[in-house]
């Protein structure tokens, strides 16, 4: 079964670091470019950070940029978002999603998604 | 940076209405766009992409058309698992940045 399975969530306090982590299975994640997604409770989806198949090619979103850091491990099948100098509006849902290529294809297969809280 | 507009915002209907929700985004996109629905505590599930193309598995009472700044979802037949919050996305190649839109629940009348 295609799967991705988040992990690492919690609460945190602010300024703190949260290292997130998707774990992938039953397709070949090597080839896959990957991306995260968060969502605030009660609000909509915002894209956070993209990563190519290879790792070479990564981007974030202005709300992020500088404090967030993707990365993968192909050889573990993983992909990892380190989140440093977390704010109160960081609080959210975290959902990792595959991109398969073309990358009008979308986001097609997403995992269940891990809580992050900042707070005092 | 590519924004998105969706509308009606919200919307009530009824099972078995016909209800359409547009997209518009801030400069062309091509064909680069798809549609998501989620339900309450579930990730969202890819409907259509490449602004028209059904994803697997998806019933074929939903639709999607348009190109460059203006999108439609069309579902034709409203059914009882419909009733959720529906997403556009913006998926241009260069930059990868993926915008989503901000939403349009439908709810039962």
């Known amino acids: 079964e295609v799967q991705l399975v988040e992990s690492g969530g919690g609460l945190v306090q602010p300024g703190g670091s949260l290292r997130l982590s998707c774990a992938a299975s039953?397709?070949?994640?090597?080839?896959?470019?990957m991306n995260w997604v968060r969502q605030a409770p009660g609000k909509g989806l915002e894209w956070v950070s993209y990563i190519s198949s290879s790792g070479s090619t990564i981007y974030y979103a202005d709300s992020v940029k500088g404090r967030f850091t993707i990365s993968r491990d192909n050889a573990k099948n993983s992909l990892y978002l380190q989140m440093n100098s977390l704010r109160a509006e960081d609080t959210a849902v975290y959902y990792c999603?595959?991109?398969?290529?073309?990358?009008?294809?979308?986001?097609?297969?997403w995992g269940q998604g891990t809580m992050v809280t900042v707070s005092s | 940076d590519i924004q998105l507009t969706q509308s009606p915002s919200f919307l009530s209907a009824s099972v078995g209405d016909r209800v359409t929700i547009t997209c518009r985004a801030s400069?062309?996109?091509?064909?680069?766009l798809a549609w998501y629905q989620q339900k309450p505590g579930k990730a969202p599930k890819l409907l259509i992409y490449a602004a028209s193309t059904l994803q697997s598995g998806v019933p074929s009472r939903f639709s999607g058309s348009g190109s460059g700044t203006e999108f439609t979802l069309t579902i034709s037949s409203l059914q009882p698992e419909d009733f959720a919050t529906y997403y556009c996305?913006?998926?241009?190649?260069?930059?990868?940045?993926?915008?989503f839109g901000p939403g349009t629940k439908v709810d039962i009348k």
């Open positions: 996305q913006q998926l241009n190649s260069y930059p990868r940045e993926f915008t």
């Open positions: 400069q062309g996109i091509s064909s680069y």
């Open positions: 999603a595959r991109l398969p290529l073309p990358v009008s294809s979308a986001f097609d297969i």
């Open positions: 039953g397709f070949t994640f090597s080839s896959y470019e």
